[in-house]
């Protein structure tokens, strides 16, 4: 599996990491129940796949996520690297709580480590610059943990360009994580340039938008998603927006289909054809879809192929 420099670290990473999201279990923004031994057995199968990184956070099922991943690493002799976050916290009714109290930075930071039995993280990540005043502080306070071996990098979530400049004043970030797939492209106007320019990788989540780019998904089953599944609340997943993806993925998987391959593997390249993405996120709930989705890291899409998804995305608009 190919592997690209994250920004100006020491860290290579595969080009498509585990991400661990769904796998939490309910939460504000949860993906409806999950099985925990599915959870396991998907990172171990990403593990044995290749992949050398994997991507959670705290708040992902209130620090379930971490704590699978925990179990995991101990059932593997694969020693991945560990991207996870800081920077939300959550209350009695499972609502994520933004705080970028530098305690509060430190503590959570302590946690992490806990849930997931490593010693340090090697990218730790701001969740979101929220509130806007404090990521100065939040920062500085995460450059402290770097100095003192508890995190081997920093970097960031959500960020605009100015909210990069602003924390490059104190450290520079090793990496910005971004929402970036065929549906929602607005990285690519300032983000990826700036990220290029200084040095920063640039990890995309949400690469098949919540599985709208799976080619799987259909009106049966959002009826189907569970109660509490955050996808039900989501803009994407309404008309008539939700009805003109489903078009474009049908056409989608046919080109996807000439070269042997599915339309998620295709919605993954898609987002690694740009020289500037340094991996993908790709989450996976059962061992099954990330055997399938890991194939996308050696799937170089044609000029052909780019050309001729650019034109069906200028329709969908």
């Not at 994250?6 to 991400?19: P, Q």
């Not at 983000?191 to 290029?196: E, G, K, R, T």
Request: glycine share 6%; with cysteine.
């Amino acid at each position: 599996m190919q592997k690209r420099r994250l920004g100006d670290t020491e860290l290579l990473l595969t080009a498509v990491g585990l991400g661990t999201w769904a796998m939490g279990g309910p939460w504000e923004f949860g993906w409806g129940p999950q099985d925990d031994e599915e959870a396991v057995a998907a990172i171990l199968a990403a593990l044995e796949r290749g992949i050398n990184w994997i991507d959670t956070a705290p708040v992902y099922g209130l620090g379930h996520s971490e704590e699978l991943v925990g179990q995991a690493l101990k059932q593997t002799r694969h020693k991945p690297y560990i991207a996870t976050k800081c920077g939300l916290l959550w209350n009695d009714r499972r609502q994520k709580v933004p705080c970028l109290d530098p305690q509060s930075i430190r503590r959570e930071c302590q946690a992490s480590l806990e849930r997931l039995g490593i010693e340090t993280i090697d990218l730790h990540q701001m969740h979101w610059p929220d509130p806007d005043e404090g990521i100065e502080a939040a920062w500085e306070e995460m450059a402290r943990l770097v100095q003192e071996g508890k995190v081997r990098y920093i970097g960031v979530s959500n960020y605009s360009v100015a909210q990069l400049e602003r924390v490059g004043r104190i450290h520079p970030p090793a990496s910005l994580q971004p929402p970036y797939s065929m549906l929602h492209r607005e990285a690519e106007a300032e983000l990826l340039p700036y990220c290029a320019q200084h040095q920063i990788g640039i990890v995309a989540y949400s690469p098949m938008q919540r599985g709208l780019l799976t080619g799987r998904f259909s009106r049966e089953r959002l009826a189907a998603l569970a109660p509490d599944d955050h996808r039900r609340r989501h803009p994407d997943f309404q008309e008539p927006r939700f009805s003109a993806t489903l078009e474009l993925v049908e056409r989608l998987t046919q080109i996807a289909q000439r070269s042997g391959h599915t339309c998620a593997q295709l919605a993954v390249s898609w987002v690694l054809r740009r020289k500037e993405v340094t991996a993908a996120i790709v989450g996976a709930r059962r061992p099954d879809q990330i055997d399938e989705t890991a194939q996308a890291a050696d799937w170089n899409l044609s000029d052909d192929d780019i050309e001729e998804i650019e034109r069906l995305l200028a329709e969908r608009l």
